[in-house]
């Protein structure tokens, strides 16, 4: 990054997104990378917060409060659209660690990694991108 | 203030994966698979305006995978399924298991592996950067595979040896060349670049560091 000026940079780190199946798919917390992280010359981490697999968002908050957070706030993996008021608490529980304006909105990952083993449908997609929307005119209008 | 944006990828239609085939396999060329992809990526597009989404991506959906799509970009670099790499891999037995047990299909994912000096034949993005900007007037988003992702994933070491020395002095030459790429970007005015890193929480959260899994 270094002598790279203009463009916010982000990292995004998951524990997989090549099945639906929660159970084969990587599990922890962020501890272990924070320190790497912290040493990091990255705007904005792009993590998950959607599953109890993301582990607590105090981990990250008390290490990066400094940084942007592009908090996952939905599962790209599910047919379940989670509602906006769901995603309101999630994103509410990183307020104590993040400004407002240092959080975006975001899934845990991509809708379809891997061209042939796409973990969702494009309705679905649209709509959990809607639930996110409107969470975040509800979150302006309490924290702006 | 909490601005929404995506992680990157869009579902892709059937049409648009039976193109990708096809021009995986040589049947069409680019021109042809870019009147399949374009109107995929501006419903893409137009999806997530209409959402009413903040940071526009154009969905991934012109590539095969995060990362896999620079074979398409640079030279030294093959397309290879996890199927053909198995026969690279010494203990056949325990990396079949491992892609059974984490539910991996080993045609449908594929790997860009390195065989021979890696130089970028055309920017990785500035494309997809170029056609976004004719899609949306709103601030975009644009993902890159990260460094250590790339050079694990790249580095098949009874092909790559045919250009380096070692993995090391390859994961130098994957630096440059996303330098190159990011500096591109901030002089075109893309006001978001993500570096995947997916493969980090396999690091720390993985009894079996040592192995070679799938990315």
């Known amino acids: ?144 | 203030m909490f601005e929404v944006t995506q992680v990157g990828s869009w579902p892709r239609s059937r049409e648009l994966l039976a193109a990708l085939r096809r021009k995986q396999s040589g049947a069409i060329g680019a021109v042809e698979f870019d009147a399949v992809a374009k109107p995929e990526i501006a419903a893409c597009v137009r999806s997530q305006v209409d959402a009413g989404a903040d940071l526009i991506v154009d969905g991934e959906i012109g590539r095969d995978s995060f990362y896999s799509f620079v074979t398409e970009k640079l030279d030294g670099t093959k397309l290879m399924s996890l199927a053909e790499m198995l026969d690279t891999v010494e203990d056949k037995a325990s990396f079949e298991e491992m892609l059974a047990t984490l539910d991996v299909p080993a045609s449908a994912i594929k790997n860009p592996t390195c065989v021979g000096r890696l130089k970028r034949r055309e920017p990785l993005t500035i494309g997809e950067l170029h056609h976004l900007r004719t899609l949306t007037d709103k601030p975009v988003k644009i993902t890159l595979p990260g460094p250590y992702l790339l050079t694990r994933s790249m580095w098949v070491g009874q092909f790559s040896k045919a250009g380096y020395e070692s993995k090391l002095e390859m994961g130098e030459d994957v630096v440059r060349i996303l330098r190159e790429e990011l500096k591109e970007l901030a002089a075109a005015g893309c006001e978001f670049v993500q570096f995947d890193e997916p493969v980090l929480t396999e690091i720390v959260m993985s009894d079996e560091n040592d192995r070679r899994t799938f990315m």
């Open chain 1, 1 to 144: 990054m270094e002598g790279i000026e203009g463009p916010r940079i982000g990292l995004h780190v998951c524990r997989g997104n090549w099945s639906r199946d929660e159970s084969v798919l990587l599990s922890g917390d962020y501890a272990p990378l924070t320190n790497a992280f912290s040493a990091m010359k990255v705007d904005q981490f792009v993590l998950e917060h959607s599953t109890p697999r993301a582990g607590e968002i105090d981990i990250v908050g008390r290490a990066l409060g400094d940084r942007e957070i592009g908090l996952g706030v939905v599962n790209p993996r599910t047919a379940i659209v989670e509602t906006p008021d769901e995603i309101v608490r999630r994103v509410e529980e990183a307020l104590p660690f993040f400004a407002p304006e240092r959080i975006f909105l975001n899934p845990d990952c991509g809708f379809g990694c891997f061209a042939n083993r796409c973990v969702n449908d494009a309705d679905t997609a649209a709509a959990k991108t809607r639930s996110m929307a409107e969470a975040a005119r509800i979150l302006r209008s309490r924290h702006g």
